[in-house]
């Protein structure tokens, strides 16, 4: 079994650089791709025309124009398996609940005498979000991206999502419905991200996209960022596992195969302090991919991308994870709450033997759209802080601007705008 996930004892620089290697981190594309690039383009000159030639093109499915959008229907949910809309309608409040919590707020008061300053926060009019749907239907993706901007205020949502031989999945159009999503576009790839940034006449223009996709979303994300605005560059997700061995290896095996059932890019890294342990959740893992339905898939997963590494001590084992800065980190430790705070970089955090990533995944409450590849060292999860933006207010009397407009007139001096400081002067009797 170790020749899928193998054993590395190693320093922490050594074995970070060793995995950044293993998983492609770091690397820099400066070409992106050629075909992205050309969909971007005919979807920008042809609209419509372009969904409806690369859709049967790249995904086999024939569109016409006038079926492409479709409103979500609130009456779906009475045709879902009640155990289901169940299910949906808690993760919904829960999610809603957490964002809640975090919505921004602005300010403004008098910060001296004579002079206000102060914010508006302002809900973006118009946002897109991309649910993946080529292998399967993921209704959590609707609810994460969804409910943040419908908590921020967002007046439309828009979801693109790839079209399907047959309909639209149900539970997709319910999560649709829970999470106040508008319309529902049945296009996916490059050219749902295009049709989203450029608009076209079936396809409403937006001011932000977020959501996971494959690399060809990604990249064409990347490239109308500054057209529209975007929540990041996702890539293959990640977990890295922090144990003591305090916790059944059967718990940490699952939660390694939870990840790398996912796809095949994904990333799992499992730090241990001890050696016998990291044999035991291999041989863990070994057993539960016996008969297990994405066996391929997770084995490929563990070959290509997993690594256990061997720590000295828990110290050696947090400066890892820090240096990982994963987009999962599970802490299964027996005193887990003495390490969280010592845990600088991750997008987020799973505390304690009971706390599984996949509660993250469906209804904790904390989104999970998290920053991947290492972009945990300045990234965010997306939350409502992504759907809206701030202005910045203020307002001087004439007294304030006696006071300070003379120091402006300064330093604008020193740059060489004259016009700049002429503006103040001629509001204050200042010849100069």
Same mark, same amino acid.
């Given at each position: 079994?170790?020749?899928?996930?193998?054993?590395?004892?190693?320093?922490?620089?050594?074995?970070?650089?060793?995995?950044?290697?293993?998983?492609?981190? &770091?690397?820099?594309?400066?070409?992106?791709?050629?075909?992205?690039?050309?969909? !971007?383009?005919?979807?920008?000159?042809?609209?419509?025309?372009? !969904?409806?030639?690369?859709?049967?093109? %790249?995904?086999?499915?024939?569109?016409?124009?006038?079926?492409?959008?479709?409103?979500?229907?609130?009456?779906?949910?009475?045709?879902?398996?009640?155990?289901?809309?169940?299910?949906? +309608?808690?993760?919904?409040?829960?999610?809603?609940?957490?964002?809640?919590? &975090?919505?921004?707020?602005?300010?403004?008061?008098? @910060?001296?005498?004579?002079?206000?300053?102060?914010?508006?926060?302002?809900?973006?009019?118009?946002?897109?979000?991309?649910?993946?749907?080529?292998?399967?239907?993921?209704?959590?993706?609707? !609810?994460?991206?969804?409910?943040?901007?419908?908590?921020?205020?967002?007046?439309?949502?828009?979801?693109?999502?790839?079209?399907?031989?047959?309909?639209?999945?149900?539970?997709?159009? #319910?999560?649709?419905?829970?999470?106040?999503?508008?319309?529902?576009?049945?296009?996916?790839?490059?050219?749902?991200?295009?049709?989203?940034?450029?608009?076209?006449? @079936?396809?409403?223009?937006?001011?932000?996209?977020?959501?996971?996709? &494959?690399?060809?979303?990604?990249?064409?994300?990347?490239?109308?960022?500054?057209?529209?605005?975007?929540?990041?560059?996702?890539?293959?997700?990640?977990?890295?596992?922090?144990?003591?061995?305090?916790?059944?290896?059967?718990?940490?095996?699952?939660?390694?195969?939870?990840?790398?059932?996912?796809?095949?890019?994904?990333?799992?890294? %499992?730090?241990?302090?001890?050696? $016998?342990?990291?044999? #035991?959740?291999?041989?863990?893992?070994?057993?539960?991919?016996?008969?297990?339905?994405?066996?391929?898939?997770? +084995?490929?997963?563990?070959?290509? &991308?997993?690594?256990?590494?061997?720590?000295?001590?828990?110290?050696?084992?947090?400066?890892?994870?820090?240096?990982?800065?994963?987009?999962? !980190?599970?802490?299964?430790?027996?005193?887990?709450?003495?390490?969280? +705070?010592?845990?600088?970089?991750?997008?987020?955090?799973?505390?304690?033997?009971?706390?599984?990533?996949?509660?993250?995944?469906?209804?904790?409450?904390?989104?999970?759209?998290?920053?991947?590849? $290492?972009?945990?060292?300045?990234?965010?999860?997306?939350? @409502?802080?992504?759907?809206?933006?701030?202005?910045?207010?203020?307002?001087?009397?004439?007294? #304030?601007?006696?006071?300070?407009?003379?120091?402006?007139?300064?330093?604008?001096?020193?740059?060489?705008?004259?016009?700049?400081?002429?503006?103040?002067?001629?509001?204050?009797?200042?010849?100069?």
């Amino acid at each position: 079994m170790s020749a899928i996930m193998p054993v590395l004892a190693t320093t922490a620089d050594e074995f970070a650089e060793i995995f950044a290697q293993k998983c492609g981190r &770091n690397a820099i594309d400066l070409g992106g791709e050629p075909l992205v690039v050309q969909i !971007l383009e005919d979807v920008r000159r042809r609209g419509d025309d372009a !969904l409806v030639y690369w859709t049967q093109k %790249l995904d086999k499915v024939v569109l016409r124009a006038e079926r492409m959008v479709l409103e979500p229907r609130p009456d779906c949910l009475d045709r879902l398996d009640p155990d289901l809309r169940t299910a949906l +309608e808690v993760a919904a409040e829960r999610i809603a609940d957490y964002h809640r919590r &975090n919505l921004p707020t602005g300010w403004y008061e008098q @910060t001296e005498p004579d002079i206000s300053l102060g914010v508006r926060v302002t809900p973006h009019e118009r946002v897109g979000i991309y649910v993946p749907g080529g292998k399967a239907a993921y209704p959590s993706s609707v !609810l994460m991206c969804g409910i943040p901007a419908k908590v921020a205020g967002v007046d439309e949502i828009v979801m693109v999502t790839p079209p399907r031989q047959r309909h639209l999945p149900l539970v997709i159009e #319910a999560a649709a419905v829970l999470a106040g999503v508008s319309r529902i576009v049945q296009v996916g790839g490059a050219q749902a991200i295009a049709a989203l940034a450029f608009g076209t006449a @079936t396809v409403p223009r937006v001011d932000k996209i977020v959501g996971p996709g &494959n690399r060809y979303v990604a990249e064409a994300k990347r490239q109308v960022f500054g057209i529209v605005d975007i929540d990041s560059v996702a890539g293959p997700s990640e977990v890295c596992i922090v144990a003591d061995g305090s916790v059944d290896p059967a718990w940490v095996a699952a939660d390694a195969l939870a990840q790398a059932e996912h796809d095949e890019a994904a990333a799992v890294l %499992l730090v241990v302090t001890d050696p $016998g342990y990291a044999e #035991a959740v291999q041989q863990q893992i070994a057993a539960q991919l016996v008969d297990h339905p994405r066996a391929a898939i997770a +084995e490929a997963s563990l070959r290509r &991308n997993g690594l256990i590494a061997v720590c000295a001590d828990l110290d050696e084992a947090v400066d890892l994870a820090n240096r990982f800065a994963p987009e999962h !980190l599970e802490l299964c430790l027996a005193e887990p709450d003495a390490v969280v +705070e010592r845990i600088r970089h991750a997008g987020a955090i799973f505390i304690g033997a009971h706390t599984p990533e996949v509660v993250g995944d469906y209804l904790a409450g904390p989104n999970h759209v998290l920053p991947t590849q $290492g972009t945990a060292r300045f990234f965010s999860p997306l939350g @409502t802080e992504d759907f809206v933006k701030r202005t910045s207010l203020m307002s001087f009397g004439a007294e #304030a601007l006696q006071k300070y407009g003379p120091l402006a007139a300064r330093l604008a001096d020193e740059e060489g705008l004259y016009s700049h400081a002429a503006s103040v002067r001629v509001r204050i009797g200042d010849g100069g």
